[in-house]
């Protein structure tokens, strides 16, 4: 079974930083590209930042200079480090592991309010 456990969200001011982390399980962890997505309130889920097995890695153009993703391959853990935060990322935050043969695997998603 796979599992995906999101956490470190929590309410930060503007300007703040906030590690998030996901712990997967259930899966061959260093063989999957995995992804932060989020979903603000109203709007679609959209990319933050992937890395890609392989360590190549994009993040979106709002995020770019202020978000890094990062893995432990060694921990099954994929990492958000988000810096300069700003009202408008907030959001729920899901991480997500995407297999080679296109399947995803999503976990419960973590909170993320930046008041200004």
């Known amino acids: 079974q796979v599992l995906l456990v999101e956490s470190g969200g929590d309410l930060v001011q503007a300007g703040g930083s906030l590690r998030l982390s996901c712990a997967a399980s259930g899966i061959i962890f260093s063989l999957m590209s995995l992804a932060w997505y989020r979903q603000a309130p109203g709007k679609q889920r959209e990319l933050v930042a992937r890395?890609?097995?392989?360590?190549?890695?994009i993040y979106a153009d709002s995020v770019k200079g202020r978000f890094t993703i990062s893995r432990d391959n060694a921990k099954n853990t994929v990492y958000l480090q988000m810096n300069s935060l700003k009202p408008e990322d907030t959001a729920v935050y899901y991480c997500a592991a995407e297999a080679l043969s296109g399947s995803t695997y999503w976990g419960q998603g973590t909170q993320v309010t930046v008041s200004s």
């Open positions: 890395t890609a097995f392989g360590d190549s890695t």
